[in-house]
């Protein structure tokens, strides 16, 4: 049995690249416990879990609410003395256009995307800090990069985590805590998924037809799949990872977008 020596904390993590993350991290031994608003249903929990065959614990988590974020984190503290790694997968996406862009659209993604990164992300840093070892990590987006028209608060909020995260590793440098984001293109979760439900009842195409148009939007291809993004997340957590900070790394087959 594999002995567990570090302590994470993934958020939205009951599904997507946050879900494999948290089953990659377990299968290397380390103490997951994955924060999600529905963190707090034991029954959608042991069902999401069970199935996947993950041995982590999960509380209820807004990330949008520092009170939410304190207790998530105290609790996780007390019961295993600190915290060593943290995944923030947690975000959300609607699509709107600038003009009309309506504020709850608007603050909903920056207030979960970005600002509950960095709530996060505050509440860990003593703890790491004071362990003098951390490694962060923050699901970021090509989007980061790219433009996309009718997505300016899902871009102008991954593009604050590159910025975020250039702070936390000038801070967290001397003490042996570094911070990192993965910027992907599309990835093959259950957001996407919805996203080619939709494409198939507007377009009246077969799903086959639907996701091959996602997957040629690459070189490559073929949709980047939440394992790669995981291994990679994997790796970046890692004793080997302690040089690489203040990166931002784009897993995007080949193309930007």
């Not at 993350?21 to 707090?40: C, F, K, W």
């Amino acid at each position: 049995m594999t002995q567990v020596t570090r302590t994470a904390i993934v958020t939205g993590g009951l599904s997507g690249m946050g879900l494999a993350i948290a089953r990659r991290l377990v299968r290397d031994g380390v103490d997951v416990t994955i924060g999600a608003r529905r963190g707090g249903d034991a029954d959608a929990v042991r069902e999401i879990l069970g199935a996947q065959g993950i041995e982590a614990r999960a509380a209820a988590l807004d990330v949008r609410d520092s009170d939410s974020v304190a207790r998530f984190v105290s609790d996780v503290v007390a019961r295993r003395g600190g915290v060593d790694i943290l995944v923030n997968a947690a975000g959300v996406y609607s699509e709107a256009p600038v003009t009309d862009h309506p504020n709850a659209v608007w603050d909903d993604q920056i207030d979960t995307n970005l600002s509950g990164t960095f709530r996060m992300i505050r509440a860990v840093m003593p703890h790491m800090t004071a362990a003098g070892w951390g490694r962060i990590v923050n699901l970021a987006s090509v989007a980061a990069h790219q433009g996309m028209a009718n997505n300016a608060a899902y871009c102008a909020s991954k593009a604050g985590l590159l910025g975020l995260g250039r702070c936390v590793s000038l801070e967290g440098a001397a003490h042996g805590v570094t911070c990192v984001s993965i910027s992907p293109t599309w990835v093959e979760t259950e957001m996407l998924k919805q996203f080619i439900d939709a494409d198939i009842a507007a377009s009246g195409k077969s799903r086959e037809e639907i996701r091959a148009n996602y997957a040629a939007s690459n070189p490559q291809h073929q949709l980047v799949q939440p394992e790669e993004i995981a291994e990679l997340a994997a790796f970046l957590v890692s004793d080997a990872g302690r040089a690489i900070t203040m990166e931002d790394v784009q897993v995007n087959a080949g193309s930007l977008w």
